[in-house]
């Protein structure tokens, strides 16, 4: 299993992030549905997922996972700051629903996608940037004072129904839509079990926020991930022990978050409680289908 890992940091390429940082200036805000399993319908996967805009790039990611990081932070602080004895703190972590893994990172000019994924580490995935044949529609819905055109395509094995706002100029979308004359603020598939619903928009250019990929993410190619993947499924625990100590720095893990001065070895014990909710595991209608022939 380490061996894995050793021959990923040889073999794969690590050039340099050829793309530079851009600035977002607006903020669009998707309610994700998706019928991942057919035989239960009635309970599609769900999730808030927000897409970050900028003049020449844009990255998609899931917008319920930063809320429980933070909410999982400040309650890490709460038991911290309420424990009898601040040197033996026993910590209960809660886990939350599953949330989205990977950021899609679109630049347009440069027709490139980065997809990051965290396997234990953080992986960056370098593909062209899916070039979408759309049909442009004289059909027009309106989004509160945003105006916008309907498109259609066929794209990863589904047909799509977009709505995209040419008043806002950015040609991307959420997820790996992309390519119209305006940004996608809504697009559905054919059978309604792939959804991406407008949920808001708002103009965030003060915050200076960068659209960049981390800089210590490790650069692999696609086949890369799928093994690391199918090793992880074989022997999780093994997986897990492989990858530690790769001098990655640590990201997203709650105590990271506004905590960086407090003495971990103050913890006498972690009581983690998982997810209870109803979410099903069974994946057999993923959001990618391959070509009937």
Request: proline fraction near 6%; include cysteine.
């Given at each position: 299993?380490?061996?894995?890992?050793l021959?990923?940091?040889?073999?794969?390429?690590f050039?340099a992030?050829?793309?530079?940082?851009?600035?977002?200036?607006?903020?669009?805000?998707?309610?994700?549905t998706?019928?991942?399993?057919?035989?239960?319908?009635?309970?599609?996967?769900?999730?808030?997922?927000?897409?970050?805009?900028?003049?020449?790039?844009?990255?998609?990611k899931?917008?319920?996972k930063?809320?429980?990081?933070e909410?999982?932070?400040?309650?890490?602080?709460?038991q911290?700051?309420?424990?009898?004895?601040?040197?033996?703190?026993?910590?209960?972590?809660?886990?939350?629903?599953?949330?989205?893994?990977?950021?899609?990172?679109?630049?347009?000019?440069?027709k490139?996608l980065?997809?990051?994924?965290?396997?234990?580490?953080?992986?960056?995935?370098?593909?062209?940037?899916p070039?979408?044949?759309w049909?442009?529609?004289t059909?027009?819905?309106?989004?509160?004072?945003l105006?916008c055109?309907?498109?259609?395509?066929?794209?990863?094995?589904r047909?799509?129904?977009?709505?995209?706002?040419?008043?806002?100029?950015?040609?991307?979308?959420?997820?790996?839509?992309?390519?119209?004359?305006?940004?996608?603020?809504?697009?559905s598939?054919?059978?309604?079990?792939?959804?991406?619903k407008?949920?808001?928009?708002?103009?965030?250019?003060a915050?200076k926020?960068?659209?960049?990929?981390?800089?210590?993410?490790?650069r692999?190619?696609?086949e890369?991930?799928?093994?690391?993947k199918?090793?992880?499924?074989?022997?999780?625990?093994?997986?897990?022990?492989?990858?530690?100590?790769s001098?990655?720095?640590?990201?997203?893990?709650?105590m990271g978050?506004?905590?960086?001065?407090f003495?971990?070895?103050?913890?006498?014990?972690?009581?983690?409680?998982?997810?209870n909710?109803?979410v099903?595991?069974a994946?057999n209608?993923?959001i990618?289908?391959?070509?009937k022939?």
């Amino acid at each position: 299993m380490k061996n894995l890992f050793l021959i990923l940091i040889c073999c794969s390429a690590f050039s340099a992030f050829a793309q530079k940082p851009d600035v977002a200036v607006g903020k669009a805000v998707y309610d994700f549905t998706h019928v991942r399993d057919t035989l239960s319908r009635d309970k599609p996967y769900k999730e808030r997922l927000t897409l970050l805009v900028g003049r020449n790039a844009s990255v998609y990611k899931s917008l319920d996972k930063q809320l429980a990081q933070e909410k999982m932070a400040q309650d890490i602080k709460n038991q911290i700051k309420a424990a009898p004895n601040p040197n033996q703190v026993s910590l209960t972590i809660t886990g939350g629903p599953p949330t989205t893994g990977e950021e899609y990172y679109q630049y347009a000019k440069d027709k490139k996608l980065y997809i990051e994924e965290n396997v234990i580490n953080y992986y960056l995935v370098e593909q062209p940037l899916p070039a979408i044949k759309w049909t442009i529609k004289t059909d027009t819905l309106s989004f509160g004072a945003l105006h916008c055109q309907k498109a259609t395509t066929h794209f990863m094995g589904r047909d799509y129904t977009a709505w995209f706002c040419p008043d806002l100029p950015f040609q991307n979308g959420p997820w790996k839509l992309n390519g119209l004359p305006g940004l996608i603020l809504e697009a559905s598939d054919s059978k309604q079990e792939v959804i991406f619903k407008f949920a808001g928009f708002e103009d965030i250019s003060a915050t200076k926020q960068n659209i960049f990929p981390a800089a210590d993410d490790i650069r692999v190619k696609l086949e890369d991930i799928e093994r690391l993947k199918d090793a992880r499924k074989k022997d999780p625990g093994g997986f897990a022990r492989s990858m530690q100590g790769s001098g990655q720095a640590k990201r997203d893990n709650g105590m990271g978050m506004g905590m960086s001065d407090f003495d971990p070895s103050r913890i006498a014990s972690i009581n983690v409680k998982g997810y209870n909710g109803n979410v099903s595991k069974a994946i057999n209608n993923p959001i990618e289908l391959p070509e009937k022939k």
